[in-house]
């Protein structure tokens, strides 16, 4: 499954990616920030996409003009969730490269997985959260019109060894339809 955007191309990770994202990976600024080491080699995001970035729902972001992978976005379901248990629900999560910072990139690729979580997927709710101090997710949250649900004082983030807190949102249907009417 593709998902085209006006920029940018969503598609499932193959291995032939590891290198592309071992490239932003591997940037301490990047992982941390989403609770995960930065990447110490390409065979290990090679890994990482065998692994982590194979759920029905996750996605490479790639610029669509090369279709090179700049970033990864998913709709984590059920199970796959830490914050969405119902059926009716999901989480979503994204990070992308530095370089990409500040161009709206995740905003377009997170509204076009919100339209196929709200109108194929048939869900009613979907979660997204981010750790203290982590302002960028916390704003591409906002324009995508997700609301402050809790907040988590004592996560585990067992990848780093530390405990954060975690802010955590909720983008309704209802909320999402109104929005995009």
């Known amino acids: 499954m593709q998902i085209k955007t006006e920029r940018l191309l969503l598609r499932p990770f193959t291995e032939a990616d590891a290198a592309d994202l071992y490239k932003y990976a591997k940037d301490p600024e ?7 080491p930065p990447h110490g080699s390409v065979e290990e995001s090679r890994n990482i996409i ?16 090369d279709g090179r992978v700049i970033g990864a976005i998913a709709l984590m379901l059920n199970s796959d969730s830490r914050l969405a248990k119902e059926e009716d629900a999901c989480e979503l999560g994204y990070w992308i490269g530095k370089p990409f910072w500040g161009q709206g990139l995740v905003t377009e690729a997170s509204e076009a997985l919100l339209r196929r979580a709200f109108t194929e997927l048939g869900m009613q709710r979907v979660w997204c959260g981010y750790f203290e101090g982590n302002e960028k997710s916390k704003r591409v949250q906002e324009k995508l019109g997700f609301r402050h649900e809790k ?10 060894k530390e405990v954060r807190i975690e802010h955590v949102s909720l983008l309704s249907r209802e909320a999402w339809r109104l929005k995009n009417m």
């Open 50 to 65: 065998r692994l982590v970035l194979n759920g029905p729902e996750s996605y490479a972001i790639c610029k669509k003009e």
């Open 151 to 160: 907040t988590l004082w004592e996560v585990e983030v067992p990848l780093l």
């Open 30 to 36: 990047v992982g941390p920030a989403a609770g995960w």
